[in-house]
């Protein structure tokens, strides 16, 4: 294997661990795909350091466990948003109206 992706592999986990940060969070700010994140902390880095790749794993397992909370926030803030604006929208052409 490669140094630069040993490297790249030990620091996607130093992050995922710092920042309990999720496997599509760590790809945008290292610039890679998903994918790349996945097999570097999963494969690559079981290879590399047995002891971070465990705890690398820990934090995805949770994440993955609580990901449909967060989706399903996601959603309700998106219709609330749309809703408001939507709220927003009649107000305005009521005062037209009324004005």
């Not at 998903?34 to 794993?57: F, G, Y």
């Not at 399903?72 to 005062?95: F, H, I, P, V, W």
């Amino acid at each position: 294997m490669k140094g630069y992706i040993e490297e790249r592999a030990i620091e996607l986990a130093g992050f995922i661990i710092e920042n309990n940060a999720t496997v599509r969070a760590a790809a945008k700010k290292f610039g890679i795909s998903k994918s790349t994140v996945h097999k570097d902390v999963t494969e690559r880095l079981a290879k590399i350091n047995t002891v971070l790749a465990e705890e690398t794993k820990k934090v995805l397992e949770k994440n993955k466990a609580e990901r449909h909370i967060r989706g399903g926030m996601a959603t309700k803030a998106k219709y609330k948003q749309r809703s408001e604006a939507m709220l927003k929208k009649k107000r305005e052409n009521d005062k037209y109206k009324h004005g």
